[in-house]
């Protein structure tokens, strides 16, 4: 009995050190990077150095080479480009995509921006009534003898009731990616989308569409959402409303090369296992792509540096990715996975930060073992604020992964303001606060230290 009761003191006293030395080095990393942060000057070199960087451009080429010289300055164990193949579609001049509403012959000039992945107007332009709908399935019952020769207006705003602005989004995004198609089916000759935003502003917000070959490919642009109600209204009170929008886009090429850009810290007693922290390289083509998603890249930069300077090692060995091409086509992600499955590799967890550089909540993890041992040591994180973690988690880039890692994380920073900057002109690194971003960085360092040792 005597034994047993040792057993037992001993086991308890392992455990409570093992959670004091948790806690110290929570706050050292958490110390180190509010101090001494760099993640918020890498972001400004970035953005200011490079500014947007939609995949197979040259500023993208920038990118790529400021992001790898940035990881060997900070000497990690090792850094390396990995090749990958990307689409580059090019907008064109800004200045001549134009929209109007015309209602009785007087033209009211509205902010747009073509969707990216979208062709160009004739050189001068679309007008034509306008149809406003709210779905596809209003869009169907409408039919092509009211759809025919007519641009469509799909205006289905994001659900504002949704705390999770995440979720909102993913309740409207489907008349972005996959309008033109659908409006296409009924003879319309273009279409114009509400911004996915729960902002009411003028900023217009591009995203990703996609053509699906068995239709004609009609011309598609985001409208703002102050433009977008002006529109409706226009339509409400005069249903021979017109609009007229002209875009000089260029033709999709398919064969740029392009990089993953990775960096990492070697793992001591399981080196074989991998974690894994990445964000996207690439942005769409306006603005400085500042919160979507520099944010992440440097935050997962952060995390390796965090690491080094504090001398900490850690069991697993760390990895910092940054994915090319996430915005258009994910070919970053496909081809990381692809090469890990190739080489054998042992991913235990992939971490993606791609959801702006706000305050930290918490995070989302995939794996229910995982998942049960980061929740009972929650409480480390409490005093910080990142303290939510919930089951279920992943990302866009980690995706591919999901038959080679065990667990797939998804850092959640605070949501609410995300999506007045996504896609816009006005997401730009004076956006950004530097202690939210820093904050972020902490969290994901510290989830990871855990991991380590897990």
């Given at each position: 009995m005597n034994k047993f009761f040792i057993l037992l003191f001993s086991l308890y006293c392992f455990q409570l050190t093992a959670?004091?030395?948790?806690?110290?080095?929570?706050?050292?990393?958490?110390?180190?990077v509010l101090l001494n942060g760099k993640?918020?000057?890498?972001?400004?070199?970035l953005c200011k150095k490079v500014g947007n960087r939609i995949s197979g451009s040259p500023q993208a080429e920038k990118a790529v080479e400021l992001m790898y010289n940035k990881m060997k300055g900070y000497g990690f164990d090792s850094v390396w480009l990995q090749p990958v193949m990307v689409p580059r579609w090019v907008r064109g001049s800004k200045?001549?995509?134009?929209?109007?509403?015309?209602?009785?012959?007087k033209p009211y000039k509205v902010n747009i921006l073509a969707l990216g992945g979208s062709v160009s107007t004739p050189k001068n332009g679309i007008t034509a009534n306008v149809i406003e709908v709210k779905n596809f399935e209003e869009l169907k019952s409408l039919g092509k003898e009211k759809i025919a020769g007519k641009i469509v207006f799909f205006n289905r705003p994001m659900d504002p009731t949704h705390i999770s602005t995440g979720s909102a989004y993913g309740g409207a995004v489907n008349q972005r990616g996959r309008g033109a198609t659908e409006a296409a089916k009924y003879g319309a000759i273009g279409v114009v989308v509400r911004s996915m935003t729960l902002a009411h502003d003028e900023f217009a917000h591009t995203g990703a569409m996609y053509y699906n070959d068995s239709f004609p490919k009609i011309p598609a642009c985001a409208i703002s959402s102050n433009h977008a109600d002006a529109l409706s209204r226009s339509i409400k009170q005069n249903n021979q409303t017109q609009f007229y929008?002209?875009?000089?886009?260029?033709?999709t090429i398919d064969s740029v090369l392009s990089y993953n850009v990775i960096g990492q810290i070697n793992g001591t007693t399981k080196a074989k296992e991998i974690i894994l922290v990445g964000g996207h390289l690439d942005s769409w083509d306006v603005g400085e792509g500042a919160h979507d998603d520099g944010a992440g890249c440097v935050q997962s930069i952060e995390v390796l540096r965090l690491f080094k300077t504090l001398n900490l090692k850690p069991q697993r060995t760390l990895r910092a990715v940054l994915f090319m091409n996430e915005e258009n086509g994910l070919r970053g992600g496909i081809k990381y996975a692809e090469l890990a499955a190739l080489n054998k590799e042992n991913h235990y967890a992939a971490i993606e930060t791609d959801a702006g550089g706000f305050v930290p909540r918490g995070f989302g993890i995939s794996d229910s073992t995982v998942y049960k041992n980061m929740a009972a040591k929650a409480y480390l994180f409490r005093n910080y604020g990142w303290d939510k973690i919930d089951l279920g988690g992943g990302g866009a880039d980690i995706g591919p992964l999901k038959n080679n890692c065990k667990a797939l994380i998804g850092y959640v920073p605070d949501s609410q303001r995300y999506f007045d900057y996504h896609h816009t002109e006005n997401d730009v690194f004076e956006a950004v606060n530097e202690r939210e971003l820093h904050l972020g960085a902490a969290a994901i360092g510290s989830l990871v230290w855990l991991l380590c040792n897990d």
């Amino acid at each position: 009995m005597n034994k047993f009761f040792i057993l037992l003191f001993s086991l308890y006293c392992f455990q409570l050190t093992a959670q004091t030395n948790d806690t110290a080095v929570i706050k050292q990393i958490t110390d180190e990077v509010l101090l001494n942060g760099k993640a918020y000057s890498d972001l400004r070199d970035l953005c200011k150095k490079v500014g947007n960087r939609i995949s197979g451009s040259p500023q993208a080429e920038k990118a790529v080479e400021l992001m790898y010289n940035k990881m060997k300055g900070y000497g990690f164990d090792s850094v390396w480009l990995q090749p990958v193949m990307v689409p580059r579609w090019v907008r064109g001049s800004k200045q001549t995509e134009i929209g109007k509403i015309i209602n009785e012959n007087k033209p009211y000039k509205v902010n747009i921006l073509a969707l990216g992945g979208s062709v160009s107007t004739p050189k001068n332009g679309i007008t034509a009534n306008v149809i406003e709908v709210k779905n596809f399935e209003e869009l169907k019952s409408l039919g092509k003898e009211k759809i025919a020769g007519k641009i469509v207006f799909f205006n289905r705003p994001m659900d504002p009731t949704h705390i999770s602005t995440g979720s909102a989004y993913g309740g409207a995004v489907n008349q972005r990616g996959r309008g033109a198609t659908e409006a296409a089916k009924y003879g319309a000759i273009g279409v114009v989308v509400r911004s996915m935003t729960l902002a009411h502003d003028e900023f217009a917000h591009t995203g990703a569409m996609y053509y699906n070959d068995s239709f004609p490919k009609i011309p598609a642009c985001a409208i703002s959402s102050n433009h977008a109600d002006a529109l409706s209204r226009s339509i409400k009170q005069n249903n021979q409303t017109q609009f007229y929008f002209n875009l000089n886009c260029q033709n999709t090429i398919d064969s740029v090369l392009s990089y993953n850009v990775i960096g990492q810290i070697n793992g001591t007693t399981k080196a074989k296992e991998i974690i894994l922290v990445g964000g996207h390289l690439d942005s769409w083509d306006v603005g400085e792509g500042a919160h979507d998603d520099g944010a992440g890249c440097v935050q997962s930069i952060e995390v390796l540096r965090l690491f080094k300077t504090l001398n900490l090692k850690p069991q697993r060995t760390l990895r910092a990715v940054l994915f090319m091409n996430e915005e258009n086509g994910l070919r970053g992600g496909i081809k990381y996975a692809e090469l890990a499955a190739l080489n054998k590799e042992n991913h235990y967890a992939a971490i993606e930060t791609d959801a702006g550089g706000f305050v930290p909540r918490g995070f989302g993890i995939s794996d229910s073992t995982v998942y049960k041992n980061m929740a009972a040591k929650a409480y480390l994180f409490r005093n910080y604020g990142w303290d939510k973690i919930d089951l279920g988690g992943g990302g866009a880039d980690i995706g591919p992964l999901k038959n080679n890692c065990k667990a797939l994380i998804g850092y959640v920073p605070d949501s609410q303001r995300y999506f007045d900057y996504h896609h816009t002109e006005n997401d730009v690194f004076e956006a950004v606060n530097e202690r939210e971003l820093h904050l972020g960085a902490a969290a994901i360092g510290s989830l990871v230290w855990l991991l380590c040792n897990d």
